[in-house]
């Protein structure tokens, strides 16, 4: 069974900050989805996150490279989660704005609530990746994860 993907966009903003309605859009699918892929096109990333409770030697958050589509975002959380059952509420969004945006408007503090306890801190370290990504920067050495790729390999 394939999971259900809906695909909710928006074009650029010069500020960085997402319209109210789009946000609220956003906002409902971060709510009601059980699986959750953000996109960040001009950071060619994704923030996966699965809330699911589960075996704590997988990630609930993750970032990932843009690019592996619908297919690829099931793939990624079957490999994340080995032996769970698709998820019928998997969603995946583009945002279009800012990481200070992402945080200001309540989309991570959004994320955040539907976390199992225990996993905020490594939302966290996934976030401030995303940061580090839109200033230029290469990953910190200190929070160095297995990336998504070679546990996709793996």
């Known amino acids: 069974m ?3 993907i809906n ?3 928006r074009s650029n903003d010069p500020t960085g900050d997402v319209p ?3 946000l609220r859009v956003l906002l409902r699918a971060v709510h009601d989805a059980e ?3 953000v996109a960040f096109p001009r950071l060619q990333r994704a923030l996966v996150v699965d809330p699911r409770p589960g075996v704590p030697d997988y990630p609930a958050v993750l970032v990932a490279t843009l690019g592996f589509g619908a297919g690829g975002q099931a793939a990624a959380v079957e490999k ?3 032996g769970w059952p698709p998820s019928a509420r998997s969603v995946a969004v583009t945002w279009g704005g800012s990481t200070r945006a992402f945080a200001e408007q309540g989309m991570l503090r959004a994320i955040l609530k539907r976390l ?3 996993c905020e801190m490594a939302a966290m370290a996934a976030f401030e990746e995303l940061r580090e990504a839109e200033r ?3 990953p910190t050495l200190a929070r160095k994860r297995t ?3 070679e546990k996709l390999d793996g």
Do not use: D, K, Y
Request: no cysteine; charged share 10%.
């Open 136 to 138: 230029g920067e290469a």
């Open 80 to 82: 994340l989660r080995p």
């Open 2 to 4: 394939s999971s259900r």
């Open 147 to 149: 990336s998504f790729n």
């Open 116 to 118: 199992p306890a225990g």
């Open 35 to 37: 699986v959750l892929s």
């Open 20 to 22: 109210i309605p789009t």
């Open 7 to 9: 695909h909710v966009s």
